[in-house]
Structures are given as C-alpha cells and as structure tokens.
C-alpha cells in the first residue's frame, strides 16, 4: 500500500507541476507598453531631428552672403507673383459659375484653366456649346398642328354603324 501512495503522490505533484507552470508569456513586441515606449522614443527623436534642422537652417542663412539673401528675396517673391493668376483664376471661376449658373460637376470637369483668359475662353466655349445642344433639341414638326378629324368622315362611319343594313 505504501507503493500505491507513494505512485498517488507522485501524480499529485505532476499534476501541480502542470498547473503551476507559468503560462506561455507573450512576445515582448506583442505588448502594448512595448509599442507606447517605442512611440514616445520615436516622438522624442523627431523633436530632436526638428531642433536639429532648425540650428542648421538657422546656421546655413548666417552664412550665406548678401547677393545670395537678395537672390532668395527674389526667388521667393516671384513664386508669390506666379500663384497670383491662379487666384484670380479661382475667384473668376466661382464668378462665373454663379453667374452663368453652370453646374458644380461641369465646371469641376470642363473650367480647368489655370489662367483667366483661358478660363474665359473655356467658359465661352461651354456656354455656345449647351446654346447648342438647345437649339438642336429633338423637334416634332407636327407638333401642336394636329388637325381635328374631317367631319364628314365621322358622319359616315357614324352612318354605317347605325344604318339598317341592306340585304
């Protein structure tokens, strides 16, 4: 009988063994607190990066001379002077569809230009194409002259559905 208790034992402790192993343990990329500290190490790093461009922008304008300032002044104020058209040509764009009443899609699709004389061009050319389209619409030629019905062709049917038949 000792051997059989010493055999249950035996089981016994296998069996907590078995239940008091640790669970298999996730990856530690597999966690969320491994992706939170490696997003706050990547957001500490581009602030880094910003201050670090920064001192060099700030590095790099210290050393350019004066005819290099001015060529950037220039370049800088043309770039303002070219986009100037395309505002116009936005502002005269909603001008025109409001005032010609084209609808949003076709002047989405058709009104591309960028500069105002050819939007204007392209708004021209839009409306003679739907004056167009309305002068060619389908037309009945008959339409609204249709003539009533000759009356003596009336009587005689009339006549021939009510007459005693002659036989």
Known sequence: MSEA???A???????QEQQTEPQEQPKPSETVDFWKQKAREQ?????????????LGEIEESQKS???KAADRVAKAEAEVASVPSKVA?????????LHKIDKDDAELFLTAGEPELLLKQVS?????SDDRAKNN??????????RPDEKNEAAFARS???????
């Open 5 to 7: 208790t010493a055999e």
């Open 9 to 15: 034992t035996a089981t016994e402790a296998e069996a």
């Open 43 to 55: 957001e500490k790093r581009a602030k880094e990066n910003a201050e670090a461009a920064k001192r």
């Open 66 to 68: 004066e005819s290099q």
């Open 90 to 98: 936005d502002a005269l764009r909603s001008h025109l569809v409001d």
């Open 125 to 129: 050319r839009l409306l003679a194409q």
């Open 138 to 147: 389908n037309i009945v030629p008959s339409e609204g002259n249709n003539t």
């Open 161 to 167: 559905l009510f007459a005693p038949s002659v036989d």
